[in-house]
């Protein structure tokens, strides 16, 4: 059964895990739509949920820089004609690269060209590369073309490289890599009320997915967007020892708002990081934190501009 409907000049593929959607990526959409404008064919990306590796090897699976929502939101950015999501599992990891193309990409996704990235490997094992991909066109009636690295400001940019910035803290190398804030998309969930409590009331982001990469616990200054609105803010993600709770949350004030925002999907950027977790001696030292807090999240967002920008960023 094909999974897309018949168009009589075929399509332009690529295939990937696109985890971040990154600069790179975005490189290699750019050419499958610019390819398939001039050839009137389709352009699509054939992706997988999960993540391959949390099923061939889940020990060596990595955090998620965007979830299957989020990765969503960003390619329906992208000028994209198809997004093919298929479901990994054992049947698709044990295919070999020959029936993955003929029986997917070709036979259910019409392909008659495949660009793909640099460092691309498929089928079982990732046995299959470029080598393989280029014998099987000859062979198969597909052009086979490869997208070269990109750079930024002496970066390779790479999903690899974005986790490892994200992960120490540089939001400012993961924006560069990425070409758009680092976020965190969730629902707002009840808490337990202790910010109302101590004069600043919180949002609690919650129902995400927790393979999701965070950069480490503290206080930041943070952007939230919603539908029909966005303010900056303060986030306090992780532990609240303060109140002897070990559980990581993240939870934003927001400056300026009044709404209540319950049950709203909410996207979350990290901005700046202000602080540690810290546990304080009473209340009163830590409201006067908070204050201090405060003060600084709003200098911060001052220094970083104007409000959060999901849009695409240029690749010039």
């Not at 998309?185 to 990469?213: F, H, M």
Request: glycine content about 12%; aromatic content about 6%.
């Amino acid at each position: 059964m094909a999974l897309l409907p018949p168009h009589p000049e075929g399509t332009v593929v690529t295939v990937g895990t696109f985890d971040g959607v990154h600069l790179g990526h975005l490189a290699v959409l750019d050419e499958i739509t610019r390819r398939a404008a001039a050839a009137n064919r389709k352009s699509v990306l054939v992706t997988f949920e999960p993540h391959p590796l949390a099923v061939v090897n889940p020990q060596a699976a990595p955090a998620l820089l965007t979830t299957g929502p989020e990765r969503r939101e960003v390619l329906a950015l992208t000028g994209l004609d198809y997004a093919v999501f298929l479901q990994f599992n054992r049947a698709l990891a044990d295919l070999t690269p020959e029936r993955f193309v003929r029986e997917v990409l070709i036979a259910r996704c019409g392909m008659r060209e495949l660009v793909i990235g640099h460092d691309h490997g498929f089928g079982r094992g990732r046995s299959g590369d470029v080598e393989t991909l280029r014998r099987l066109g000859a062979s198969d009636g597909f052009a086979v073309d490869v997208v070269g690295l990109v750079e930024r400001s002496g970066h390779a940019v790479s999903s690899t490289a974005i986790r490892r910035a994200v992960a120490g803290g540089d939001l400012v190398t993961a924006r560069r890599l990425l070409g758009r804030p680092y976020t965190l998309s969730g629902r707002v969930v009840r808490g337990e009320g202790r910010g109302r409590t101590l004069g600043i009331p919180t949002i609690n982001v919650g129902e995400y997915d927790e393979r999701k990469l965070l950069p480490p616990d503290g206080v930041y200054a943070a952007r939230v967007e919603w539908a029909g609105g966005a303010a900056g803010g303060m986030l306090n993600q992780g532990p609240r020892p303060t109140f002897g709770q070990r559980k990581r949350t993240v939870e934003v004030h927001l400056f300026g708002v009044e709404a209540d925002l319950y049950g709203q999907w909410v996207r979350v950027e990290w901005v700046e990081r202000l602080r540690d977790v810290e546990r304080f001696g009473s209340v009163a030292e830590l409201q006067g934190q908070l204050e201090r807090d405060r003060l600084g999240a709003q200098d911060a967002l001052a220094r970083h501009g104007s409000p959060m920008d999901q849009s695409r960023a240029s690749h010039a």
